[in-house]
């Protein structure tokens, strides 16, 4: 059995998790996909999923509106920063 994030000192502190999704947040609506877009709420809310838990998530969402992609990742580790990559659909 794993430790939790808390326990595991390789493990992301929570404050850096925060100051990540913030940062993934503010970054969608400076290129224009803010609060009222559906793929807002899903990226929010799996920001918000990880913050509170410390575990990894990897998924893309797709932002259709934009022909978009947003491939989202939210490491576990420490030694990794969260990202959020916009690809267009071909």
Request: cysteine-free; overall charge positive.
């Amino acid at each position: 059995m794993s430790a939790t994030p808390e326990e595991d000192p390789k493990a992301k502190p929570k404050a850096d998790r925060v100051r990540e999704g913030i940062t993934i947040l503010q970054k969608l609506k400076e290129v224009g996909i803010g609060p009222t877009e559906p793929a807002f709420a899903e990226i929010q809310a799996l920001i918000s999923g990880w913050v509170n838990t410390g575990e990894a998530v990897a998924k893309a969402v797709p932002l259709v509106r934009f022909d978009r992609v947003a491939h989202l990742v939210l490491p576990r580790r420490r030694t990794a920063v969260a990202s959020l990559v916009l690809k267009t659909v071909s």
